[in-house]
């Protein structure tokens, strides 16, 4: 009896059916779930309206799947501790992260899929000042972030610089006209000078190679399917236009990729 019952358990394990992958999951189940910050305007939030460009990409992503959406919602204050929820299994991707080799040699545990948009710290001035490229601020005092990569750069170029503590202080200081001009993080940049129409402001979407970023979906290793999955969606999603628009509603500047820089990781906040 005893052999008899061994045989069946050796024979049932030897035609198990495998473990279905990511992909096959997320198929069956009709749910992908993505990590997000609820609170992290223009990047991501819990709001329904706006709820973020990345939320909503991610949102196309998971269309283009044909299955529903989900969220994981975690503060990515602390970069590490936002990639977990990833590797752990709290959630199946996480948008907007460096696209450079060298992460994923940081990080052994997650891939990356072809970058989706790339931007950058770019020009923010008043909108009757005759700046139309990076050029054009010499001669300028330009605010800055400081100890951003564009408080840096600035400095290597002999530009006078104010310092200001962040994004928001950055913005607050050229729209009441402290300052005429400022190098910001795109994202923020185009977001707040989008939604203070009345300060009269505007972006050049121009760049230093440097100050280029290139950003990315990350998933977890293991789920090669989807990652493929994902960059097939991204493809159909650039080539639509759909990106494009998305972050044209966001004011995000975008730059041409070629002269894209390692991103740093989640560079997208004034907490970062």
């Not at 310092?163 to 402290?178: P, R």
């Not at 090669?224 to 990106?243: H, P, T, V």
Request: charge should be neutral; glycine fraction near 8%; charged fraction near 20%.
């Amino acid at each position: 009896m005893l052999t008899l019952l061994g045989a069946l358990t050796v024979a049932g394990a030897a035609t198990a059916a495998p473990e279905p992958t990511a992909l096959e999951r997320i198929r069956a189940t009709g749910v992908i779930t993505v990590c997000a910050d609820p609170d992290n305007l223009p990047i991501s939030a819990k709001s329904p309206e706006p709820s973020g460009y990345d939320v909503e990409i991610a949102q196309e992503i998971a269309r283009s799947l044909g299955v529903r959406l989900a969220y994981h919602w975690f503060a990515t204050n602390y970069a590490r501790r936002a990639f977990r929820q990833v590797v752990e299994g709290r959630c199946d991707y996480i948008m907007g992260l460096p696209a450079r080799i060298d992460f994923e040699e940081a990080d052994a545990r997650m891939v990356l899929s072809q970058p989706y948009y790339t931007t950058g710290f770019v020009p923010a001035v008043r909108a009757d000042l005759p700046v139309n490229s990076y050029d054009d601020l010499k001669g300028y005092e330009v605010g800055v972030a400081i100890m951003t990569v564009a408080d840096f750069v600035l400095f290597r170029e002999g530009i006078t610089r104010h310092l200001y503590q962040g994004q928001q202080d950055l913005f607050a200081a050229l729209a009441s006209g402290e300052i005429t001009a400022a190098v910001m993080w795109g994202p923020s940049g185009g977001w707040y000078i989008k939604s203070h129409p009345e300060a009269k402001l505007r972006m050049v979407a121009e760049s230093r190679p440097k100050m280029t970023f290139s950003l990315a979906v990350g998933v977890r290793k293991a789920d090669a399917d989807l990652r493929e999955a994902i960059d097939r969606s991204l493809d159909a999603l650039k080539s639509s236009g759909r990106i494009d628009a998305i972050l044209q509603r966001y004011g995000v500047p975008q730059l041409a990729p070629a002269a894209a820089q390692p991103a740093p990781a989640q560079a997208g906040s004034d907490r970062r």
